[in-house]
Structures are given as structure tokens and as C-alpha cells.
């Protein structure tokens, strides 16, 4: 914005701050006929000239990441507006860059990693948790740490699609009043929080309260059927942020031993209630030789491969 700081002023330009519309042929460069001799459009011209030819004079949300507020938007407005004078567009929904330590992610610095590169590593899932957990105006720091954030967050909801304890008989009625409300409750706030700038990380936050309560009513003894409306509401809201939730990587045998590892989780648990530790720290013993590993919480334990 200082004149002749970054590279000396054009004399073409009546004003510094002047941009070309239309840009004179280089030897060798695509252009084409007009008033002011061979040419091509500007960058800016390019996207007003889309944006009216497709959506007309004025469009409801532009998008675009936050480098190109200066000069590319305003310059688009400045010439859209120029042109049909209308507003020409009613909301800006600029995204932070992604950072890979410290740096933004720049073909120009040459740390960036692809998508494809990505998914040899990680689940489609935990990227887009990673997205979703972070305000899309700020910068989205990418790391190991905050990926593994991501993993226990997307093994917290998948937990919530666990089947009832093969013993459920039906939790308490008030247990499952309160899994109704907070059902309902989630879902009001998923939208307030949506529709609060797409704070999508207040959204996750959300169902987090969602998958807790199914949990426990799980714990006390919920039945499928009892679980199965907030399972619902949970499996449409993650789908709401295109969540997957497969299981990572667990092959057909592994599957196959889920309800027998469940049924040995059961056993252990009426032995830890009847106090029999040595019984029990067996089980689990046994267990994570096995590459099973137990966490006691105090909703119950949870399992999951080693
Ligand atoms: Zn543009």
C-alpha cells in the first residue's frame, strides 16, 4: 500500500492503487483482440466476470482463504460493484491457511503433504475432524499431536454406536428421560452453534455431550431400542460434517471377536463388583497380551486394539 516500497510505481497507473483490468500481451503469453490492444483479462476481472455470468449481480456467500482479502476481493468488489452497482456479495467466509510447523503450508516453501499423501497414513475422518475442531478463520495448525487429538476424539463418537450390553434389560426411566432431552438439547445446539459463524468446533462440542449420555445410559443397562433414537440423531449430525466413523482398520477376524471380547468385559465387570480383583486384573491381563486394552472409567470400560 506504500507507494514505490515494494516495486516502483507504474506509470501507467493514474493512482498507486490503481489495478489492470486488462492486462497487455507479452511476447509469447495466450491473448487476445480489444480496444486497448492485445490482451488478456486481469485475475480479478476473471472471477467478477464468472461470478456475474453464473450467479448474476449479486451472490450470497463468497468464499476464499484469507490471503486473498487484499488485493484480489477487494478488487472484485470494487469492480463488481462499479459495474451493476449492487452489493456484490452478502457475506465473506474467509478460511485460515494450513500450518505445518509454525509455517503456512506454501508450494513456494515446499512443506506441503497431499491429500493422497494423507490418506496413506490417516483416515479421510481424522482430516476432516481436524478441520471441524478448528476455527475456519484461523490458521489450522497441522501436527502429530494435534492428528492423535483428532483420533481419540473420532474413537470417543464412535464409541457411542456400541450395541447394548448383550444383559441390558432397560436403563431407569429417568436415565432415559434425560438421554431424550439431551438428544433434543444437542441437536438445538448443534444448530445454534452452526449457525454461529459455522463454529463447527462448538458443534463436535455438541455431540461430545451427546455421546456421553448415550454412554452411560449404555452402562445402565439401555437396551437397543432405548439407545437407538439419540444413535440416530448422532449418526445424522456427524453426517452433517461428512464423518464416516468406520472403524480404523480392523479386519474381519478382529471384528469377528468384538462381542466375545464384550462378553469377557461383562464377566469382568461382576467380578470387579463382587470384589475379586485377582480374577479380574486376569481378565484384563490376558486381554492385552492378546492386543485387547481396557479403560475403567467411570462410565464403565471401554476397550479398543492395542
Ligand atoms: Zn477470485
Redesign the pocket.
Known sequence: MLVGVRKEADDRKEDPLDFALWKSAKPGEPSWPSPWGPGRPGW?I??SAMNYHYFGESIDIHG?GND?IFP??EN?IAQSESFTGKPFARYWIHNGMLQLRGEKMSKSIGNIISIDEFLEHHSADSFRYLILNSAYRNPIIFSEEVLAQAERGLERLRSAFQPANPSATGAPQEVLDELRSQTETTREGFIASMDDDFNSAGALGQLFELVRMINIARDSGATDAELEPAQAMLRELTGVFGLLLNEPKADQNQAAADPFIQLLIDLRTELRKQKNWELSDKVRDRLAELGVVLEDGKDGTRWHWA
Open positions: 480479478h476473471e472471477c476464499g486473498l484480489h476481493h472484485e
